[in-house]
């Protein structure tokens, strides 16, 4: 499975961003996808996944409520909207991908990665 991010860029704090994951090679519906985020100097952090099925959905405690994780199977495409962005959100998004039914919050749980979309902002 190949796993590859956009979406991210420079936004004002309190502004909005939608993060977009493509996914190929595999079957996408019966992956379960995540948004995992890594700032410098920080381990990298879950922010939230998604089941194959909607409205199967995780997040990480700070981000609920401003963020929404969502996927579209027919177009093999994982989102992540961000609102509300704050001081503590810049990071590099990455999404991932597990072959499973089951959700998972820890990094080591996934086996597919993407390479990142750097999401910077500013006050």
């Known amino acids: 499975v190949q796993l590859a991010e956009s979406g991210g860029g420079l936004v004002q704090a309190g502004g909005s961003l939608r993060l977009s994951c493509a996914a190929s090679?595999?079957?996408?519906?019966?992956?379960?996808m995540a948004w995992f985020r890594q700032a410098p100097g920080k381990e990298r952090e879950f922010v939230a996944a998604?089941?194959?099925?909607?409205?199967?959905?995780r997040y990480k405690d700070s981000v609920r409520g401003r963020c929404t994780a969502t996927r579209d199977n027919a177009n093999n495409t994982l989102y992540l909207q961000m609102n509300s962005l704050q001081p503590e959100d810049p990071a590099v998004y990455y999404c991932?991908?597990?072959?499973?039914?089951?959700?998972?919050?820890?990094?080591?749980?996934?086996?597919?990665w993407g390479q990142g979309t750097q999401v910077t902002v500013s006050s």
């Open positions: 991932a991908a597990r072959h499973t039914s089951t959700i998972y919050t820890t990094q080591d749980a996934y086996d597919y």
């Open positions: 090679g595999g079957t996408f519906s019966r992956h379960v």
């Open positions: 998604i089941g194959s099925i909607s409205p199967n959905i």
